[in-house]
């Protein structure tokens, strides 16, 4: 079989359009569209779903389709997010040697458009190649990190794959999770009593004060190998001279074992409500679901299939777990295996982030190699 020889000089090209385009969630229609019109020159067919109106934003998850010439193979889909963390006006890009970053105050993009570019330059260089492959399914995601919401909002039906591949995550290249958590995010409003805090503060009830001890008193951080959980924002009080007779935190639990999960969500709720009760304060815990955790063991056939495709691309794969969550929850939830591949991104959420262009070259090599993996795959 014949080694890939990805274009990379296309390959850069295909990155810096994508992360010219300005994408904050809810604003991906530009880059979307763009997308869409490559991967029908390239003999897919495409469509969108109704994400976008559901979460009011400008376009919805992107489904493209590309026919397989092997009827008997696994349908397998590759999958990446438009949106970045926050928008890029006004990016500069600086290309020094292999790495490419922002010359400006903003992010790069990289995450995710790191890994949609691999996953365009692989499907360009099957369809240039013409060999054989089985059915190719891409599902390009909307407003990834804002919760998944995108990808939430997918009707399962729409995938037609059998396996699951999600190019989201840091180097080394040749990594594959294969275990994420389950997150509950937490809303928690105190509700004291107000009181002119100079003339009688011995009438107020502190909500700011009941909630200090609450988080005082509550295991926070990492809690174990597979859990952890943080207070993220609080916000409370109208004026310096008044007892805040309300305080809002927005927290959040992970683990990968859900019994774990389920203790340190009741630790922290019944640690507000009893630290605000001692003060004579009362406290609201919302609790919801933001996504399951998924486990997938080394002979499921999805790892199977990506890490021999590694291998036959020069690298070395290895299985790691990860603490943060990504489409590939919802994909798994949906019941279709699915792990998530390294693509080369790094420092990721700040303005110092980066990628390697040697990295995204072996991450179309490793995505042209899966689907050569998947093509000659039987159970």
């Known amino acids: 079989m014949a080694a890939v020889s990805v274009n990379e000089g296309r390959l ?44 009011g934003g400008t376009v919805g998850n992107l489904l493209a389709f590309k026919k397989g010439t092997v ?8 999958s990446s997010h438009f949106d ?28 995710d458009k790191c890994g ?12 240039e190649s013409g060999e054989p492959h089985g059915d190719i399914q891409l599902l390009l995601t ?12 997918m009707d399962p039906s729409d995938i037609k794959a059998r396996y699951g591949f999600v190019l989201d995550s840091g180097p080394p290249l040749g990594a594959l999770v294969s275990s994420q958590p389950s997150q509950n995010s937490i809303l928690v409003t105190i509700e004291g009593v107000p009181a002119h805090a100079g003339v009688a503060p011995e009438k107020g009830v502190d909500a700011i004060v009941a909630a200090a001890r609450a988080i005082n008193a509550m295991k926070l951080g990492r809690i174990d190998e597979d859990t952890t959980a943080n207070i993220g924002v609080i916000s409370g009080g109208t004026a310096r001279n008044i007892v805040p007779a309300e305080v809002t935190l927005v927290c959040e639990a992970r683990s990968r074992v859900q019994e774990k999960l389920d203790a340190q969500t009741r630790h922290m709720r019944e640690t507000f409500e009893r630290e605000a009760a001692a003060v004579g304060a009362t406290a609201r815990v919302e609790v919801t679901e933001q996504y399951r955790s998924y486990q997938l063991r080394e002979s499921d056939p999805v790892l199977r299939i990506a890490m021999d495709a590694a291998r036959a691309n020069g690298l070395e794969p290895f299985l790691r777990s990860s603490g943060g969550g990504s489409d590939g929850n919802i994909f798994n939830a949906f019941g279709v295996p699915t792990t998530v591949l390294s693509c080369g991104m790094e420092k990721v959420h700040t303005h110092d ?9 072996k991450a179309a090599g490793w995505v042209v190699e899966i689907v050569r993996r998947a093509r000659d795959f039987r159970e």
């Open 12 to 55: 850069v090209e295909t990155f810096l359009t994508l992360v010219r385009f300005d994408t904050p969630s809810r604003q991906e229609k530009a880059a979307s569209e763009w997308a869409a019109a490559h991967l029908r020159e390239i003999g897919f067919s495409v469509e969108w779903d109704d994400a976008g109106e559901k979460v």
């Open 71 to 78: 009827p008997d193979a696994p349908p397998i889909f590759f």
């Open 84 to 111: 970045t963390v926050e928008p890029t006006p006004g990016l500069e890009i600086a290309i020094e040697g292999d790495v490419i970053r922002s010359a400006s105050d903003t992010i790069l993009g990289a995450d």
């Open 116 to 127: 949609l570019a691999p996953i365009l330059e692989a499907m360009t260089l099957l369809h």
């Open 142 to 153: 909307i407003c990834e990190e804002i919760g998944l919401v995108g990808a939430k909002m």
């Open 353 to 361: 982030e980066f990628v390697r262009i040697s990295d995204m070259v």
